[in-house]
Nanobody, 115 residues
Framework: QVQLVESGGGLVQPGCSLRLSCASS????????MNWYRQAPGKERELVAAISSGESTNYADSVKGRFTISRDNAKNTVYLQMNSLKPEDTAVYYCNADHQGKGYWGQGTQVTVSS
């Protein structure tokens, strides 16, 4: 049974940091590209950061220089370190696993940036 479980979300003030985690099971984690998406109210889901099985990374322009994606294949976990958070980063953040067209999703974790 495939599971992706996000954690680490919460309410923070602008300029603060959060680290999201996505613990995975039920598939060969090391073979999958792992992605973080987010969806703000009234907006479409967007790709925030991606890390390939070979640990190449890509970021949305809006988060470059502030967010860092990483993975620990020994723990089947992908992380998203979010620094210098802004109110516009407020969204539900979803973990996604992708391999040759087969994809899995987590349930999401809420991140709210507000003073």
């Amino acid at each position: 049974q495939v599971q992706l479980v996000e954690s680490g979300g919460g309410l923070v003030q602008p300029g603060c940091s959060l680290r999201l985690s996505c613990a995975s099971s039920g598939f060969t984690f090391s073979s999958y590209a792992m992605n973080w998406y987010r969806q703000a109210p009234g907006k479409e889901r967007e790709l925030v950061a991606a890390i390939s099985s070979g640990e190449s990374t890509n970021y949305a322009d809006s988060v470059k220089g502030r967010f860092t994606i990483s993975r620990d294949n020994a723990k089947n976990t992908v992380y998203l370190q979010m620094n210098s958070l802004k109110p516009e980063d407020t969204a539900v953040y979803y973990c996604n696993a992708d391999h040759q067209g087969k994809g899995y999703w987590g349930q999401g974790t809420q991140v709210t940036v507000s003073s």
